[in-house]
């Protein structure tokens, strides 16, 4: 069973990456066409900032639970660091209890600001509905409480080849200059 749901969460954690990394390009393609139409065009088009706040969600909020998974997010350990390891694995626990609170907290909450945003529409892309630029918020949440469980009731992932990609390409680079 354990395999199971790691393997189910090690496809979460691949689709995470590749929205997070597909929403960044599309908006660092995005961003330059807005400033294009508007100071060489000198007519600005309505729809790159908004498509590119609803990028920014999908990326921040789907990446940073891609990266809780491969604990790479920014985490203050100065306090942890010098505590007996008996209380670094206790402290460590009560992280995970805690995110697992605020996880749930902005994943319930967060569907309900998307269910009644809904009905109304991104006011220079009438066909968008509101509830669909917050739906990152909610989303990410829910993918970032699955990592926790998986992390209290498995361990971490951190330390597999899947997390560490780079260093899996500086390995092998290093084995072909041998």
């Known amino acids: 069973m354990k395999q199971q749901y790691v393997a189910a ?21 995005i961003i ?5 139409t508007r100071y060489v065009l000198g007519t600005g088009s309505q729809w790159p900032e908004p498509i ?35 209380l670094a694995k206790s402290s ?5 209890l805690l995110m697992l609170v605020a996880c749930g ?9 998307c269910a009644g945003t809904m009905s109304q529409s991104v006011s220079e892309l009438p ?7 917050y739906a ?10 699955l990592f926790i469980v998986e992390h209290l009731l498995i361990g971490s992932q951190a330390h597999r080849a899947l997390m560490r990609f780079e260093e ?6 290093h084995e072909g200059a041998r």
């Open 127 to 133: 066909w968008l509905p509101v509830g669909v630029t």
């Open 136 to 145: 990152s918020l909610p989303i990410g949440a829910a993918i970032t409480l």
């Open 9 to 29: 969460m090690d496809r979460l954690y691949l689709a995470s990456i590749w929205f997070a990394g597909i929403a960044i390009t599309l908006m660092s393609l």
């Open 52 to 86: 590119a706040i609803l990028l920014m969600m999908v990326f921040t909020f789907i990446g940073a639970a891609a990266a809780y998974r491969a604990n790479s997010h920014i985490a203050v350990t100065m306090l942890t660091d010098r505590l007996p390891p008996a």
């Open 168 to 173: 899996g390409i500086a390995d092998t680079a």
């Open 32 to 36: 330059p066409w807005g400033v294009f």
């Open 105 to 113: 907290f902005v994943a319930w909450y967060g569907w309900k600001l």
């Open 92 to 96: 460590a626990v009560v992280v995970d």
